[in-house]
C-alpha cells in the first residue's frame, strides 16, 4: 500500500460521513414542517385545558385549510411560529396551529 492509496481511502471515508451528515441534517429539518403541500401536524395539547380544547373544536380546527386563500397565515388572528418551531399560535385560543390550517374564526388580514 502506498501513500497514494491510504490518501484515496481516506478521501472517500471522509466523502461518506459527509454525506450522512448532511442527509442527517436535512431529516432534522424537514421533521414537523410544512413539505411538498402536507401541513405539519398540530396537535401537541400538553398543557391545554379544556376550555380551548372546547374552542379549537367548536371552531373546527384543522392542520390544513381547504381554501388556499383562508389559511391560518393569512388570518389577522395567527401567531407566527417562534425560535424555529413548526406551528404558530392563534388568539382565539391555546395551542399549537399550522401556517396551513383554518378555522370557523378565519379572519383575513388587512391587504
Ligand atoms: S382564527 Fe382560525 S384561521 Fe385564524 S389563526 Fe386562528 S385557527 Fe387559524
Known amino acids: 500500500m502506498n501513500a497514494n492509496n491510504s490518501s484515496r481511502r481516506e478521501f472517500l471515508s471522509r466523502l461518506g460521513i459527509g454525506a450522512l451528515s448532511i442527509g442527517a441534517i436535512a431529516a432534522v429539518q424537514a421533521c414537523g414542517k410544512s413539505e411538498g403541500g402536507a401541513a405539519p401536524k398540530c396537535d401537541d395539547m400538553t398543557g391545554v385545558d379544556d376550555a380551548a380544547k372546547a374552542t379549537r373544536a367548536s ?8 381554501d388556499p386563500a383562508k389559511t391560518c397565515s393569512k388570518c389577522l388572528q395567527y401567531s407566527a411560529p417562534e425560535g424555529g418551531a413548526a406551528c404558530g399560535g392563534c388568539k382565539l385560543f391555546k395551542g399549537p396551529v399550522s401556517a396551513d390550517g383554518n378555522c370557523q374564526g378565519f379572519a383575513p388580514k388587512p391587504a
Open 59 to 66: 371552531l373546527k380546527y384543522v392542520d390544513k385549510s381547504a
